[in-house]
């Protein structure tokens, strides 16, 4: 009797258990954070890497030879146009003048005396006209000889930052030589040169005349600037002009923009980035990077939730990208919603809980630069 009453509590049991392990487990919906779409005003920035290049650049190099005497600047400062830079041993070239001006002051005497024997006759014309010729060349040289005095001082061709000197005191230095002493450089304010693709120019043109962007306002010719290490250059340039042909070798035009360097904050061939901005799409659709997904093909889609709550899988096109978020040109429309997080435990078709989306970074469409990378290329 007792064996069977055991027995009954182990079928019990096992009918119990199969019928636990048989029953199915409540399904919960999964939350998702979504953003909903609307249209904005994008201004289109092409950004492009350049060098910085100075306004103007001048090689300074002696006129006369000779032996340097003294050095009258400070190495990596400031000078001015005309401001003496280096002193050449003027003996020889004071001596010169010194004889030619002698000279000249002879012939001058002697021109000045045949003058009224000419004019009585007591003396040929021919006599008197070589004395005026003799004094006329003379006073050439005087001027000639003083030209190459002043040149034993160095001065500065333009006003800039110069460099340090090539040459020491006692160095000699002759005329016409191809070694520079230093080098002047403007740099305030300074060039930015950069190159875009003529690719790139007739599609901007292209979507222009097609209506597709508007042309930007009177702010037009406004450039910024990046600078080696990310940061922002705090001055505003403008765009100063752009190039008419085409880089056979590159297929590139160049532009050159001109920004104020005050603090010389710009050096010459730094490496930056520039801003130039092209044009306004005034129904722009962004999106966060975080919703874009990739099929095998590499193709770009995100998840839009329909108003049943239920999640649709949408190929979308993409166009540059700001910052952290992508312009979207074809395939989402203002109002749709668009998850951005819970991305893994959603599919095509199933029911989602919504909740406001925590993006890190959506900046203003009209305050950052674009790059010209393109999800769907990749």
């Known amino acids: 009797m007792r ?15 199969d019928q636990g392990a048989t029953q199915p487990a409540a399904a919960t919906t999964p939350e998702v954070g979504i953003v909903t779409l609307k249209s904005e005003p994008v201004t289109l920035l092409t950004q492009l890497p350049g060098r910085t290049t100075a ?3 001048a090689e300074v190099r ?8 003294k050095l009258l600047f400070t190495e990596g400062g400031e000078v001015k146009a005309g401001q003496p830079l280096y002193q050449i041993d003027p003996a020889t070239y004071q001596a ?9 002051q002879n012939d001058a005497g002697v021109a000045k ?21 003799a004094e006329r060349e003379a006073k050439a040289d005087v001027e000639s000889a003083k030209v190459n005095l002043d040149y034993t001082l160095v001065k500065a061709p333009i006003t800039g930052h110069i460099s340090r000197s090539l040459v020491t005191e006692g160095a000699l230095v002759t005329s016409g030589q191809t070694d520079y002493l230093a080098t002047i450089q403007q740099l305030n304010p300074v060039y930015v040169d950069v190159s875009e693709s003529s690719t790139d120019l007739l599609r901007l043109r292209k979507a222009l005349a097609d209506g597709k962007l508007e042309k930007v306002g009177d702010n037009a010719a406004a450039v910024k600037l990046t600078l080696e290490d990310g940061s922002t250059y705090e001055q505003q340039g403008k765009l100063a002009f752009s190039e008419v042909n085409v880089d056979e070798a590159t297929g590139s035009v160049v532009l050159r923009a001109v920004f104020p360097n005050p603090h010389n904050e710009l050096l010459p061939g730094m490496y930056v980035h520039a801003s130039f901005p092209q044009g306004v799409q005034q129904q722009g659709i962004m999106v966060p990077q975080e919703a874009i997904m990739h099929d095998s093909k590499g193709q770009p889609y995100v998840y839009v939730v329909k108003a049943d709550d239920s999640v649709e899988q949408r ?13 979207i040109t074809r395939g989402l429309n203002s109002g749709e919603k668009v998850v951005v997080n819970g991305l893994q435990s959603v599919h095509s078709g199933s029911k989602v809980k919504t909740v406001a989306a925590n993006v890190n970074d959506t900046p203003s469409a009209d305050s950052v630069s674009l790059t010209m990378t393109d999800p769907s290329a990749q």
């Open 3 to 17: 064996m069977k009453v055991i027995s009954a509590s182990v079928v019990f049991l096992l009918a119990a258990c």
């Open 55 to 57: 306004v103007k650049t």
């Open 62 to 69: 002696p006129q006369v030879s000779g032996v340097i005497q």
């Open 96 to 104: 010169a003048y010194d004889k030619a001006h002698a000279t000249w």
């Open 113 to 133: 005396r045949y003058q009224p024997l000419a004019a009585a006759h007591a003396i040929s014309q021919q006599t008197y006209d070589d004395a005026v010729a």
């Open 315 to 327: 190929s979308v096109t993409t166009g540059e990208m700001i910052q952290a978020r992508w312009l």
